[in-house]
Nanobody, 124 residues
């Protein structure tokens, strides 16, 4: 299972971007999906996640109130809307997925499947 993340780019401080994650040839609603990011020289960190049904969402404190994770079943994607971007948000963003029924002790530990990331650069 290979995920595909898209939507990254260059944006000014205070701007917005919308990232999308899809799983080719799979129905993404069969998976819990999370977004992670890795900034240069730093470890990968959890950003947000959404459960299989879409009713449960989880956010890292650093981005709470600025980012929103959601499902678009018509497009078969899980999207991350990022508003009021700051330079500290500059990173490669990855999406990860767990199949329906996969149990985790902590949502941050999710990720049976990963894709290549998409680069988000926030300039001043």
């Amino acid at each position: 299972v290979q995920l595909q993340a898209s939507g990254g780019g260059l944006v000014q401080t205070g701007g917005s971007l919308r990232l999308s994650c899809t799983i080719p040839e799979r129905t993404i609603s069969d998976f819990a999906v999370g977004w992670f990011r890795q900034a240069p020289g730093k470890e990968r960190e959890f950003v947000a996640a959404i459960g299989w049904s879409g009713g449960s969402t989880f956010y890292a404190d650093l981005i709470k109130g600025r980012f929103t994770i959601s499902r678009d079943n018509a497009k078969n994607t899980v999207d991350l809307q990022m508003n009021n971007l700051q330079r500290a948000d500059t990173a490669v963003y990855y999406c990860a997925a767990d199949p329906r029924g996969r149990k985790r002790g902590a949502i941050e530990d999710m990720g049976d499947y990963w894709g290549k990331g998409t680069l988000v650069t926030v300039s001043s």
